[in-house]
């Protein structure tokens, strides 16, 4: 049998899966080749890439949804393959075809699977003619709003309104009630078309307390196909996944051999190639029902690599050649336990919006036995408006499920990232959470423990406050003069003839600011700052024998005249600034709605002079391949727009001015 060579591969994506597929090709002799948009020049994936090709502009339309100019660029190249990643084109039938066409090698399965489970409503068709349960719903051709309305009436409030042609959360809608129908299925359909180039709906029963358990299949082309075990991803915000982990907890070898035969049979039944996944919603019964099948790798595939020893991209590469599956279903390990959680930029406390803005610092926790990080960032990249959030994975594997997680709790506390929000310190608390070690899992787990984990802001103590200024004044060049070393003004210690040695700081920390006197009672080594307090009588240590201080150490990183403090599992960021020279910028405040976030205005639904009522949505906001409405908080008149539709606006920008109804 001969096979296809591949020599040169091209990878159709950005960021951390651009550089997970370029890291197996090179570790197998292949040349990479990365593709990027005009903003996206200096990125992680095209620095790592042996060759680069531009396609211009910056929105997804414009860049990374060009089948043209990306078969252009393979042909440019010498690529004789072209890897998807996921998201974007990686489930779009034509940019198989075009490949096929174009006699290079597609590293997905064949146009027709892609035809068959790509479409989520023809997936449910041929699940349903399969036997296998499906959540009721509606998957038919019919896209009007009329359609959705009487079908929503037919299955009960509340309904899930899911994109057809694609996964992540985008394109996808609660709605709880019929008045907040057409509205959510208008947004839905520009953000599966901005996403995925296809507007088309279906709509089905929103399910309660679910745990959301997928089967990981592969299948070459000479007939053989198996299931690599499950992974259970019901962590999820935003009805995207923020925590998967392999195996499912509590799943039973009955149960998983179920799952997996039937994600198997749906394969087969499609002539499906290469990596797949098949979702299920999984009740408390044991009840297991089709969702959907993705039709490429998944973000989460690390979990399952770590729990079978094997490299899924690898296998892309080699069932791409024609080769066959090195082993049987009854040779797949299934070894320990491994947990992933994804780090988004974004801010928690304000709804999980996307955030942007450069990455001032970014440090990534160690790795080695046990510890892996997938990331497509270095610190100074520019994180922009135009693409998903997720910066990279942390992936953590022990022998069982409480090593994994304390290694990948471990991991967080190492990270750090500054510059941009991100939901570092809400992974942390999910891991941490009681009912998360007990594997008290459901897509519900987030709105439920909402209290723990998105917890309110609170005022820093004054602990804070002298270790941030202790950090600043030991992180300072500490010679002054260099002809004299042993001269007591050699060191910037704020050294007093006949007085404690003391220095006056005025430090700002999350919009609250504060006069500081240091005490000299911490010590700064490198990035870790060493604080000692005297030890609780609480602890349960013999008094006798215990020390009347414990020291602890914090991370304590200087750049510039900004200071990141981790303190109270947060990493904080501290500036100085002249108590002079700062202006209030109170009275620039315009008393208008702005913007939660950079991004584009795609829809402007009210004109100047309008009343509108509570909640009445104003302008939708495009960020990063979500929607976002920016709703009127209370009754009024539109009294000015300062946007426009098309228009790119910046964080804080003034984009409408409302007049409070009178009393």
Request: proline fraction near 5%.
């Amino acid at each position: 049998m001969s096979l296809k060579p591949i020599d040169t591969l091209l990878v159709a994506n950005r960021g951390e899966i651009a550089c997970r597929v370029m890291r197996t090709a090179k570790a197998m002799g292949i040349q990479t080749v990365a593709v990027h948009s005009a903003i996206d020049a200096g990125a992680r994936h095209v620095r790592e890439a042996d060759l680069a090709v531009n396609l211009g502009g910056a929105k997804p339309a414009d860049s990374y949804l060009r089948i043209d100019a990306l078969i252009d660029a393979a042909k440019a190249s010498g690529a004789q393959a072209i890897h998807p990643g996921y998201g974007f084109l990686s489930e779009n039938a034509g940019f198989a075809r075009a490949i096929e066409t174009a006699g290079l090698i597609f590293l997905g399965p064949p146009a027709s699977a892609i035809d068959a489970m790509g479409s989520k409503s023809a997936a449910k068709a041929l699940m349903e003619a399969a036997g296998v349960p499906l959540v009721p719903g509606y998957h038919g051709e019919a896209q009007n709003v009329e359609t959705f309305r009487a079908a929503a009436e037919q299955i009960g409030y509340p309904v899930l309104l899911k994109a057809a042609a694609g996964g992540g959360g985008k394109g996808m809608k609660v709605v709880e009630r019929e008045s907040e129908l057409a509205e959510a299925l208008a947004s839905a359909q520009r953000e599966a078309q901005s996403s995925f180039g296809d507007s088309r709906m279906l709509v089905e029963k929103y399910v309660l307390k679910p745990r959301h358990v997928e089967i990981q299949v592969f299948a070459d082309s000479h007939g053989n196909c198996l299931y690599l075990n499950e992974r259970d991803c019901s962590i999820q915000r935003r009805h995207q996944k923020v925590v998967e982990e392999a195996p499912a907890p509590g799943l039973s070898a009955e149960l998983r051999r179920a799952m997996g035969e039937a994600a198997v049979k749906a394969a087969q039944a499609i002539g499906y190639v290469g990596a797949g996944t098949v979702e299920f919603l999984l009740d408390e019964r044991g009840d297991f029902f089709f969702m959907e099948m993705n039709t490429r790798l998944q973000v989460e595939h690390p979990v399952t690599e770590l729990i079978t020893g094997l490299d899924l991209v690898a296998w892309q590469i080699r069932v791409a050649r024609g080769e066959t599956l090195p082993i049987s279903q009854e040779q797949v390990p299934l070894m320990g336990h491994a947990i992933e959680v994804r780090l988004y930029a974004e801010d928690p406390d304000n709804d999980f919006l996307p955030a942007t803005g450069t990455l001032a610092l970014y440090r990534e926790a160690d790795v080695g036995p046990g510890r892996r990080v997938d990331s497509g960032v270095s610190e100074g990249d520019e994180v922009s408006p135009f693409y998903d959030p997720m910066l990279g994975k942390l992936i953590a594997w022990g022998e069982n499920r409480e090593e994994a997680r304390l290694r990948l709790l471990a991991m967080l506390k190492e990270t750090c990232v500054g510059g941009v929000k991100t939901n570092l310190a809400f992974l942390q608390r999910v891991l941490a959470h009681p009912a998360f070690a007990a594997a008290e899992l459901d897509t519900g787990f987030i709105p439920r423990h909402e209290a723990q984990l998105l917890p309110p802001v609170i005022e820093l103590p004054e602990e804070f406050w002298q270790l941030a200024a202790e950090a600043f004044v030991q992180s300072e060049a500490p010679l002054q003069r260099h002809d004299d070393y042993h001269s007591p003004w050699t060191h910037n210690n704020g050294l007093r003839l006949g007085l404690p040695a003391e220095i006056d700081l005025h430090l700002s920390c999350n919009g609250s600011h504060r006069k500081v006197r240091t005490n000299n009672s911490a010590c700064l080594n490198g990035d870790w700052l060493t604080c000692r307090s005297e030890l609780a009588r609480d602890h349960g240590i013999a008094s006798k024998l215990a020390p009347t201080e414990v020291a602890r150490r914090l991370r304590a990183i200087r750049q510039g005249n900004t200071l990141y403090l981790h303190y109270a599992g947060e990493l904080h960021t501290v500036t100085r600034f002249d108590p002079i020279a700062a202006v209030d910028a109170s009275h620039q405040q315009h008393g208008g709605l702005t913007a939660p976030m950079n991004g584009s205005i795609v829809r402007v639904l009210v004109g100047a002079g309008q009343q509108v009522e509570a909640g009445t949505a104003l302008v939708v906001l495009e960020a990063m391949k979500m929607e976002h409405s920016i709703r009127a908080p209370k009754s009024g008149t539109v009294k000015a727009l300062y946007c426009r539709e098309g228009e790119m606006v910046s964080e804080g920008a003034v984009l409408v001015e409302l007049e409070e109804a009178s009393a």
